[in-house]
T-cell receptor, first 111, second 117 residues
Framework: SQKIEQNSEALNIQEGKTATLTCNYTNYSPAYLQWYRQDPGRGPVFLLLIRENEKEKRKERLKVTFDTTLKQSLFHITASQPADSATYLCALVGGSYIPTFGRGTSLIVHP | GAVVSQHPSRVICKSGTSVKIECRSLDFQATTMFWYRQFPKQSLMLMATSNEGSKATYEQGVEKDKFLINHASLTLSTLTVTSAHPEDSSFYIC?????????????FGPGTRLTVL
């Protein structure tokens, strides 16, 4: 069955450092991969989308890589700030355009 | 980006009662709306997909007679949890897809916290 794995342990980093979050998947060939931010008690907010034929995507301080051979995506936040503290969700999207979500990884940026 | 609202943001009800949650796309027309449920520390689980004017498609294991979905207009979908029980307590999130229908064109509401006593 399809499986999406995100590190369940919270990632703690110091302000100004680069945060790197990992999303691994099995038994899936997504057309797209998305990253969302979710704050406590709130719905997800779309951040970035990367297609299967793209290796890397950037948006301001965010960078996403997508390796379809390794079945892995890395999500980077450079120059992290305490306001970046949240849970980050990885979602795989197939031909139906309906995202399937991972559990998310909590990021805590310490001042 | 486009805005999706949900009402109420939180609701507490007694076991056996029914609860209706509204999902609205405020500044765009949504041909398709999705309902998700999220338990603490868990991923969003898709419950059903609804297209305006037609019956919802439910995911495996989701009881359609318990979770009634109505998508009567291009800007409004409702989820009614009938005869709610404590195990239905969860965070319910809707999302809406615009007319362009692309993978990046799906916007999520702020969620509704349901607590059944």
């Amino acid at each position: 069955s399809q499986k999406i794995e995100q590190n369940s342990e919270a990632l703690n980093i110091q302000e100004g450092k680069t945060a790197t979050l990992t999303c691994n998947y099995t038994n899936y060939s997504p057309a797209y991969l998305q990253w969302y931010r979710q704050d406590p008690g709130r719905g997800p907010v779309f951040l970035l989308l990367i297609r299967e034929n793209e290796k890397e995507k950037r948006k301001e301080r965010l960078k996403v890589t997508f390796d379809t051979t390794l079945k892995q995506s890395l999500f980077h936040i450079t120059a992290s700030q305490p306001a970046d503290s949240a849970t980050y969700l990885c979602a795989l999207v197939g031909g139906s355009y309906i995202p399937t979500f991972g559990r998310g990884t909590s990021l805590i940026v310490h001042p | 980006g486009a805005v999706v609202s949900q009402h109420p943001s939180r609701v507490i009800c007694k076991s056996g009662t029914s609860v209706k949650i509204e999902c609205r796309s405020l500044d765009f027309q949504a041909t398709t709306m999705f309902w998700y449920r999220q338990f603490p520390k868990q991923s969003l689980m898709l419950m059903a997909t609804s297209n305006e004017g037609s019956k919802a498609t439910y995911e495996q294991g989701v009881e359609k007679d318990k979770f009634l979905i109505n998508h009567a207009s291009l800007t409004l979908s409702t989820l009614t949890v009938t005869s709610a029980h404590p195990e239905d307590s969860s965070f319910y999130i809707c999302s809406a897809r615009g007319l362009s229908g692309g993978a990046s064109e799906q916007f999520f509401g702020p969620g509704t916290r349901l607590t059944v006593l």
